[in-house]
């Protein structure tokens, strides 16, 4: 059995895992193992594609004589380069920068429940109403929400969650600025 009997079906199969599995993802579908397979079979795809070049080395150098094959490749090889810079799309706040929802709800984990009652335009003794209810005990209006999770073992944003009325069953609260649905 040859290289290249085998490096393309390789190719082939592993594009379409990559591509039904990308294409899921991209509507939002995480449906059983989706994610991980899309993920961690992906690097299948690059070794499947680098085989078959390797397998029709003279073909693919021949691309490089046409000026359509050059503009195609140069212009994949722009996109990704451009993908790649910072200052487009996500990952900003990995270089210093932070989403401003983001830094909101740090600002207010960081704050007493004196404060964080200004900002919501109720009472301190309203948000131990509310965070009682939660079963969280806040026993001091000058205590910060770090502080108040960190006494009954939960999370500053199962905290905030609660206090603003996005308490999900469970105590999974999620907040403006949660950047784990990536």
């Known amino acids: 059995m ?5 490096a393309t079906p390789l190719a082939i199969g592993a594009f379409i895992i990559s591509g039904v ?3 899921l993802l991209f509507f939002d579908i995480e449906i059983g193992l ?9 690097w299948l795809l690059l070794g499947g ?4 070049t390797a397998s029709n080395w003279k073909v693919f150098t021949g691309y490089f004589s046409k000026k359509a094959a050059i ?9 990704t380069t451009l993908s790649l810079l910072p200052m487009f799309g996500e990952g900003e706040e990995k270089h210093g920068k932070e989403s401003a929802g983001k830094a909101a709800v740090q600002a207010l984990e960081s704050s007493s429940l004196e404060t964080v009652a200004l900002v919501l335009k109720a009472t301190p003794a309203e948000l131990a109403a509310r965070l009682e209810k939660e079963g969280i005990a806040a026993a ?15 999370e500053e944003k199962m905290v ?7 308490s999900k069953k469970g105590g999974e609260g999620r907040m403006e600025g949660d950047d784990d649905d990536h």
């Open 2 to 6: 040859t290289l290249k009997s085998w």
């Open 21 to 23: 599995t990308g294409l």
């Open 34 to 42: 989706v994610e991980p397979v899309h993920k961690w079979l992906s």
């Open 49 to 52: 594609i680098l085989l078959h």
């Open 71 to 79: 503009g195609i490749i140069g212009a994949a090889a722009l996109v």
């Open 140 to 154: 001091n209006p000058s205590m910060t929400i770090a502080e108040i999770a960190q006494k009954n073992g939960k």
């Open 160 to 166: 905030l969650g609660a206090l603003v009325g996005n």
